[in-house]
């Protein structure tokens, strides 16, 4: 008798569980999630990347600046018209750029993102010529435009004059332009640089290449590269195509019935529901365990 008992307990538990996991099977059945990669855009004015050497290169200062950088996904606008570094004229704040106009946008959305920038009459100083302009320009600007499914766009372009360490140059998108001055140094300048791949577009106005040490006294010789005006941009994802052979979701879906299955008409006349075959299963369990328990029962009287 011992060995009954297992038996019919195994039996009960095994229906219950089957009639508790069912339900939550099927409720589990046809869930989906679905993931999209957004856009990204960026914009920046000025970006320094320069080493400047005091006194014979015994101090070594790196010229890091940026102005107006922005960053998408979140749209954003910056128009400084400054930049400053500290730390390389005596302790005092050094002017890098002033300008009349200075902007940087990036903006990001479902089906596009897009940076821009654009720099006027804006004039860029090093250490050591405190007088004399790096370069003095008329207006720059670049653009980046990255939408879904589309092939990128960059553009750039400059406008008015340039003057570069007091001597007006004209920058043609030919090729790099060098520009020496004796005794103070020289400059190589790239314009409207521009890049696309398939989802991806970068625009730069103006790069330069500088190598400064006026008058070879080694009071403050500079060295690197300055970006002006970039923009970059990286398109979203785009929307996935529509399956030709599957139903338009739109259109309502007509009832889809198991094979086999009662209609929902023949459950509503017998007071029925889509739960009926759970509670008969388990129903026809508890009745096959009830008749075994009295069987026992009888057994144990006797």
Same mark, same amino acid.
């Given at each position: 008798?011992?060995?009954?008992?297992?038996?019919?307990?195994?039996?009960?538990?095994?229906?219950?569980?089957?009639?508790?996991?069912?339900?939550?099977?099927?409720?589990?059945?046809?869930?989906?999630?679905?993931?999209?990669?957004?856009?990204?855009?960026?914009?920046?004015?000025?970006?320094?990347?320069?080493?400047?050497?005091?006194?014979?290169?015994?101090?070594?200062?790196?010229?890091?600046?940026?102005?107006?950088?922005?960053?998408?996904?979140?749209?954003?606008?910056?128009?400084?018209?400054?930049?400053?570094?500290?730390?390389?004229?005596?302790?005092?704040?050094?002017?890098?750029?002033?300008?009349? +106009?200075?902007?940087?946008?990036?903006? +990001?959305?479902?089906?596009?993102?897009?940076?821009?920038?654009?720099?006027?009459?804006?004039?860029?100083?090093?250490?050591?010529?405190?007088?004399?302009?790096?370069?003095?320009?008329?207006?720059?600007?670049?653009?980046?435009?990255?939408?879904?499914?589309?092939?990128?766009?960059?553009?750039?372009?400059?406008?008015?004059?340039?003057?570069?360490?007091?001597?007006?140059?004209?920058?043609?998108?030919?090729?790099?332009?060098?520009?020496?001055?004796?005794?103070?140094?020289?400059?190589?300048?790239?314009?409207?640089?521009?890049?696309?791949?398939?989802?991806?577009?970068?625009?730069?106005?103006?790069?330069?290449?500088?190598?400064?040490?006026?008058?070879?006294?080694?009071?403050?010789?500079?060295?690197?590269?300055?970006?002006?005006?970039?923009?970059?941009?990286?398109?979203?994802?785009?929307?996935?195509?529509?399956?030709?052979?599957?139903?338009?979701?739109?259109?309502?879906?007509?009832?889809?019935?198991?094979?086999?299955?009662?209609?929902?008409?023949?459950?509503?006349?017998?007071?029925?529901?889509?739960?009926?075959?759970?509670?008969?299963?388990?129903?026809?369990?508890?009745?096959?365990?009830?008749?075994?328990?009295?069987?026992?029962?009888?057994?144990?009287?006797?």
């Amino acid at each position: 008798m011992s060995a009954r008992m297992p038996a019919r307990r195994l039996a009960t538990v095994a229906t219950a569980t089957a009639l508790a996991a069912g339900p939550a099977v099927l409720a589990g059945a046809g869930t989906a999630h679905a993931t999209g990669d957004e856009g990204r855009a960026s914009a920046v004015v000025l970006r320094t990347g320069l080493d400047v050497s005091l006194l014979n290169k015994t101090v070594n200062v790196p010229l890091a600046v940026s102005l107006n950088e922005v960053q998408a996904p979140q749209s954003a606008q910056k128009t400084a018209l400054t930049a400053q570094l500290n730390g390389v004229d005596g302790g005092q704040p050094f002017s890098v750029l002033d300008a009349e +106009v200075a902007q940087a946008k990036a903006d +990001v959305t479902d089906a596009k993102a897009e940076a821009s920038t654009t720099l006027a009459h804006a004039k860029l100083h090093v250490p050591g010529l405190p007088l004399l302009s790096l370069i003095e320009l008329g207006t720059v600007t670049s653009k980046a435009t990255c939408e879904a499914g589309k092939t990128p766009t960059a553009t750039s372009n400059l406008l008015g004059s340039v003057t570069v360490l007091g001597k007006q140059v004209t920058l043609t998108a030919g090729g790099p332009v060098d520009v020496k001055v004796p005794g103070v140094g020289e400059v190589r300048l790239d314009l409207s640089k521009t890049e696309t791949t398939t989802n991806t577009a970068a625009a730069t106005a103006l790069e330069l290449t500088v190598s400064v040490n006026p008058l070879k006294l080694n009071v403050a010789e500079v060295e690197g590269t300055l970006t002006l005006a970039k923009a970059t941009c990286e398109a979203p994802a785009a929307p996935a195509a529509a399956d030709p052979q599957s139903p338009d979701p739109t259109t309502p879906a007509g009832d889809v019935k198991p094979q086999g299955a009662p209609d929902e008409a023949g459950l509503a006349e017998t007071g029925g529901s889509s739960m009926t075959p759970y509670l008969a299963g388990g129903a026809l369990a508890l009745l096959v365990a009830g008749g075994g328990a009295v069987v026992f029962a009888r057994r144990s009287k006797s």
